[in-house]
Structures are given as C-alpha cells and as structure tokens.
C-alpha cells in the first residue's frame, strides 16, 4: 500500500527492473533474453532475416551464429537490427537500454560512456541508435480528439558581450545567428506525444493541417502563428496566458508539460540540445512522456522491442567510420 502523499513513481510498483538485474546476467543468458525479444513470436527461435525460414543450424563456439537451411545466409542475433554489425557484447547493450530508461530526464552520452567504461564516440551512436528506434513512425502518425498545440525555441544562444555598450537585443532576427529551431508538439489529452522541429512557429501549421484529423479540438495559446488552424475544419479553442493558463476548459499545459521535460533534459543533462539532432531528443522526450506511468520493467521491454526491431540505421552505421561530423555541441 502506498503511504499517504505518495505518487505512482515513488511506489515499488514502478520498479520492476534493477540494473543489477542486466549486470548479473552470464553471457549465455544475456544473449538468450536479446534472442527472446527479437524474435519474441517463436519464443526465441532464431528466425532467417534474408528469406524468413525457421529452421536454422546454430553453430558452436564463440561467434553465436547461425546458418539458414533455406538460403544458406549466416546471421547473428543482431543481423538486420539497429545493432547490426556492433561490437560491444549483447549484455553491454541490454545494460545500456536499461540504463537509457531509468533517466526520467534522458541519459548523457558521457555519463553513458562511463558506465559502460567505452570510448564516447561508441555511447553517442548507441544513444542516438536508441532515440532513432523510439522515434520511428512519428512523423506519419495523426492525431486526434483534443489535441494541444504549442512550441518552443531551441538552440543558436549567443553570448551577451562584456561591456554594456557592447550589447544588443537578442531578440531580433538581424542579432541572431540562424541557429535556433522550434520544437512544436501535438499532445493528444490521454493520448499520443508527436513531435516536430521546424524554423519558424509559423511553418508548422500546413504540418499540424495535414496530421490532425477533421473535427479534432485542438487548444492553442494567443500567439498570431496558430490563426490559421480557425479555418483547417478544426473546433480551436485559444487560451491568452497573459491573462490565465486555464480558461473555460482551454489550455496548453499538457503541452508544456512536455516542453518542461525537454528543458528539464538540456539544463541538467545534455546542457545542449539543438542542430541536426534536436528533433531525435524531441522524439525521446515524446517516448517518455507517454511511457511515464509504465513501469520501468515494461519501459525496458517497449524500448528494447524497438530498438531490436528496428533495422539498420542509415544514419549511425559507420557514423564515425564516414567522418560524419556534426554541429551539436558536445553533451
């Protein structure tokens, strides 16, 4: 029983996975629990990626893999995943998606690639492995019913200059350096988190027309970027915050519900979130806030049944080997 005052995530019902649950598992076990979440519709029977077939041989020694009788394709547990051709051990990974759960506010790829004792470039992709699994399909999903509409500014900080002379507003576009990008969410109530990044508020609108369905309820706040959503078939209600943030049963505030944890992220954990990866942490961000009354027994299960079944990621294969480089700052 939970003792007055007490909250769901304070309770023992909230956890139901420990990491020294991951950590102890053998080898032999660790890649058992991977071969059950992948292919969890055999109960860990090794399925053939390239052609499908169930009877497979399973080759002794220490490379674990297998031969398909049909096609004859050697494969591993991690062949057609978003950890294809990995290298740390199939525990490390379990034990990272563990770890990627239980940070309410998200995970650092440093304080990752500590725990992990890996180099920082091997925690970076593996996270963004992750976030990339977790987000998929979020850009075609619609949403519906009430939904709240909102965004916020992210990244391009400048530094204000030492003397006060020196200084300028920078607030206006013309002392700005192109860099800051808008994070807008539609935030179904009892429903879905979706996510976009767009340059300007009001470029999302044609986004937020084509995804939310015909006689949806959507809550908005006063700014002049969502007029346009008064005439897309939408039942809008507006909320003016400089007088309330709740008025006759329009708000915004599970949509800044989610822009909270999102800052909550980049001050304490990240210190930067925003260029080409800003819409990845958005996704994430999504991913928790609608996972955030699951267990994290559950919450491991949903992000490894993700990440598992995912494939191989066009972007963070060989990230490092293809001297990608990127603008985001250092987390």
Known sequence: MRGRGSTFWESADARQLSLLDIARLSDED???????VRWCDTQGEPVCPKCGCLTVY???GKRKIFT?????????????TIFHSRKLHVRDILFAIAIFVNGVKGHSALQLSRELNCQYKTAFVLAHKIREALGKGMDEREASGTVEVDGAYFGGYIKPANYWENRRDRRLAKNQNGKRRVVVIMRERGGRTLPFVVKHE?????????????????????????????????????INHKYA?????????????????????????????????LEAYAKEMAWREDARRIDNGTQFLLMALAAIGHEPSAIWKGYWQKAKTSKISRQ
């Open 30 to 36: 660790a890649l058992k629990l991977f071969e059950g």
């Open 58 to 60: 399973r080759h002794k």
């Open 68 to 80: 398909c009788k049909g096609c004859a394709a050697q494969f591993s547990a991690t062949s057609g």
């Open 202 to 238: 009001a470029q999302s609108v044609t986004t937020l027309e084509r995804r939310i369905r015909p006689g949806s309820t959507v809550h908005a706040d006063e700014a002049n970027s969502w007029n346009p959503l008064h005439y897309a078939g939408l039942n809008v209600k507006r």
């Open 245 to 277: 943030y709740s008025d006759e049963g329009a708000c915004t505030n599970n949509a800044e519900s989610f822009f909270s944890r999102i800052r909550r992220a980049e001050i304490g954990m990240h210190h930067h979130i925003a260029g080409p990866y």
